[in-house]
């Protein structure tokens, strides 16, 4: 079992807060507990982003809820009504992210006893902004997770079976039912990655004079994902149309299985220059994958022209001939970036390689 950052920091807002609540001789402090697990969040900057946010909307549940009961009492469709109102006010204002600590604290403030009404229900707000706060304390205070070097090994291993499988299926040696499987795992690994990028990207920077290093990573990154994604294309149009390649002439079959070894390889030493764990390309191999995109346009107009396979084969075969030569430009704009942020920024990249499983 691995534990998370996040994990650890709601263990320890949510000890804070009942300690707090304890403190104070506030009951029952375990309503601070559940406020301080709904208000984690995973980074300073998405911390910071939604304290205000949190405060507004428990504000407006905790209004909505004292007004009600005070009019219409503390039957079960009077929370229901007002529960509908909380979320339906908080889908107005974008805050989404809120709605299911702010509908906890209109439920909780509702079911406060009748008698002493509002001290019981001012308490129970009380508690609920303790968890907030403690949270909040939390996220400022705790080691940020290491979102750059979380996300480079997610590309880095979600590339390691995307290549594996190219391969395979460029041999005619994959296992369908298997990889079929595994596209559905790295499909949910690809949404996983862009999430991370948006963490990584709205990470904020206190040292002004990392920041221009790091809008140059964050374009970096993009591009890391954009390619693993037309990697990920190539492999389902294998897939989908590996009978038809198979009716190709050989000579074709073994320029697209040496074309895509090329490139695999080549976005396998780019991911790894980026760790620092090759050296720098040659423009020998930079022009030799240059002129792989040229002769496979040549080969397969060749063959187009001269009428080698049939028209509904050809069919099949156009989406794989264009997104290998997308794949190469892809690589080529990565292979800058990388090259580029190595000339200007020749220490700041922080990732450390990790042994990671495709999730």
Same mark, same amino acid.
């Given at each position: 079992?691995?534990?998370?950052?996040?994990?650890?920091?709601? %263990?320890?807002?949510?000890?804070?807060?009942?300690?707090?609540?304890?403190?104070? /001789?506030?009951?029952?402090?375990?309503?601070?507990?559940?406020?301080?697990?709904?208000?984690?969040?995973?980074?300073?900057?998405?911390?910071?982003?939604?304290?205000?946010? !949190?405060?507004?909307?428990?504000?407006?549940?905790?209004?909505?809820?004292?007004?009600?009961?005070?009019?219409? /009492?503390?039957?079960?469709?009077?929370? %229901?009504?007002?529960?509908?109102?909380?979320?339906?006010?908080?889908? *107005?204002?974008?805050?989404?992210?809120?709605?299911?600590?702010?509908?906890?604290?209109?439920?909780?403030? @509702?079911?406060?006893?009748?008698?002493?009404?509002?001290?019981?229900?001012? =308490?129970?707000?009380?508690?609920?902004?303790? /968890?907030?706060?403690?949270?909040? %304390?939390?996220?400022?205070?705790?080691?940020?997770?290491?979102?750059?070097?979380?996300?480079?090994?997610?590309?880095?291993?979600?590339? $390691?079976?995307?290549?594996?499988?190219?391969?395979?299926?460029?041999?005619?040696?994959?296992?369908?039912?298997?990889?079929?499987?595994?596209?559905?795992?790295?499909? =949910?690994?690809?949404?996983? @990655?862009?999430?991370?990028? +948006?963490?990584?990207? $709205?990470?904020?920077?206190?040292?002004?004079?990392?920041?221009?290093?790091? @809008?140059?990573?964050?374009?970096?990154?993009?591009?890391?994902?954009?390619?693993?994604?037309?990697? @990920?294309?190539?492999?389902?149009? +294998? #897939?989908? !149309?590996?009978?038809?390649?198979?009716?190709?002439?050989? #000579?074709?079959?073994?320029?697209?299985?040496?074309?895509?070894?090329?490139?695999?390889?080549?976005?396998? *030493?780019?991911?790894?220059?980026?760790?620092?764990?090759?050296?720098?390309?040659?423009?020998? +191999?930079?022009?030799?994958?240059?002129?792989?995109?040229?002769?496979?346009?040549?080969?397969?107009?060749?063959?187009?022209?001269?009428?080698?396979?049939?028209?509904?084969?050809?069919? !099949?075969?156009?989406?794989?001939?264009?997104?290998?030569?997308?794949?190469?430009?892809?690589?080529? !704009?990565?292979?800058?970036?990388? %090259? /580029?942020?190595?000339?200007?920024?020749?220490? =700041?990249?922080?990732?450390?390689? =990790?042994?990671?499983?495709?999730?």
């Amino acid at each position: 079992m691995k534990l998370g950052a996040r994990i650890l920091k709601t %263990g320890v807002a949510i000890t804070i807060a009942l300690y707090i609540a304890m403190w104070l /001789g506030l009951n029952p402090p375990t309503y601070a507990a559940i406020a301080a697990t709904f208000a984690v969040q995973p980074s300073i900057y998405k911390s910071v982003e939604t304290i205000f946010n !949190h405060i507004q909307a428990n504000v407006i549940s905790a209004i909505l809820a004292i007004t009600f009961v005070l009019l219409f /009492g503390q039957e079960p469709f009077v929370v %229901g009504v007002v529960v509908i109102l909380v979320i339906g006010i908080n889908l *107005r204002l974008n805050k989404e992210d809120i709605i299911p600590l702010a509908v906890v604290t209109s439920i909780i403030i @509702m079911m406060s006893p009748s008698d002493a009404f509002l001290a019981f229900a001012l =308490e129970r707000f009380s508690l609920i902004m303790i /968890g907030v706060l403690s949270s909040f %304390g939390v996220n400022m205070l705790f080691l940020p997770p290491k979102h750059e070097t979380q996300l480079y090994n997610k590309i880095v291993n979600a590339n $390691d079976y995307i290549v594996q499988w190219i391969r395979l299926l460029t041999r005619h040696e994959a296992d369908y039912q298997t990889l079929n499987q595994d596209i559905s795992k790295l499909n =949910e690994s690809i949404v996983k @990655m862009d999430n991370l990028f +948006l963490l990584y990207r $709205d990470e904020r920077n206190y040292v002004k004079k990392n920041a221009y290093s790091k @809008m140059r990573k964050v374009v970096l990154f993009r591009q890391m994902i954009r390619t693993s994604k037309k990697a @990920m294309d190539i492999l389902e149009t +294998l #897939s989908k !149309h590996e009978n038809s390649l198979q009716q190709l002439p050989d #000579s074709l079959q073994d320029l697209l299985q040496q074309q895509l070894d090329d490139l695999t390889n080549f976005h396998d *030493r780019i991911l790894l220059k980026y760790a620092g764990k090759v050296r720098q390309e040659s423009e020998e +191999l930079y022009e030799d994958v240059n002129e792989d995109k040229q002769q496979l346009a040549d080969v397969f107009l060749n063959y187009y022209d001269d009428q080698m396979a049939t028209r509904s084969e050809w069919v !099949h075969v156009f989406p794989v001939i264009a997104l290998i030569i997308e794949y190469n430009e892809e690589l080529e !704009h990565l292979d800058r970036l990388v %090259g /580029g942020f190595f000339t200007y920024h020749t220490t =700041e990249n922080e990732v450390e390689l =990790e042994d990671d499983r495709m999730d």
